[in-house]
């Protein structure tokens, strides 16, 4: 969901709403940036680097348990957070989840945070000294 445009999230529950039988359950997760504000947020080169260095720096210390090169793991690392550097809005508390839910036409909104959510090892969080945990989404149709 979060990997969508603000504008196509709405058109996406909607869409799984409408796929829904009466009844069925859409189950999925997302990152939630309690405190976050409405501009929208992206990853900048120095960013990209460090993100890039420290999955380096990780790799090598574990390189007799991996299947492929650190610097492999490392190059990927940086197109992953390439691909992420557009700007996006980032949800910004768990009412507002409800929300999105609810106003697709879900009831029964289950949020279930997942685990140590440990947002200083998080990179979907450029620029955002705020709380971030990631939660499961349970919504039902009714």
């Known amino acids: ?3 969508l445009p603000w504008d196509m999230q709405k058109l996406a529950l909607a869409r799984w709403h409408g796929l829904l039988r009466q009844g069925g359950r859409v189950i999925t997760s997302v990152r939630v940036h309690h405190g976050a504000g409405p501009e929208p947020v992206g990853f900048d080169e120095q960013q990209t680097q460090a993100f890039q260095d420290k999955t380096l720096r990780l790799a090598q210390a574990s390189q ?3 299947d492929m090169p ?3 793991l490392a190059e990927g690392a940086r197109r992953y957070i390439e691909h992420r550097r ?3 809005r980032l949800h ?3 009412d507002e989840i409800r929300g999105l839910f609810a106003n697709a036409g879900f009831d029964s909104i289950n949020l279930l945070p ?3 959510n440990r947002p200083d090892d998080n990179p979907s969080v450029p620029n955002r000294k705020n709380k971030s945990e990631r939660v499961n989404i349970i919504a039902h149709r009714p």
């Open 86 to 88: 557009r700007k996006r």
């Open 64 to 66: 007799e348990n991996l």
């Open 92 to 94: 910004s508390s768990l």
């Open 114 to 116: 997942i685990g140590q």
């Open 1 to 3: 969901l979060a990997m």
């Open 70 to 72: 650190a610097e492999t």
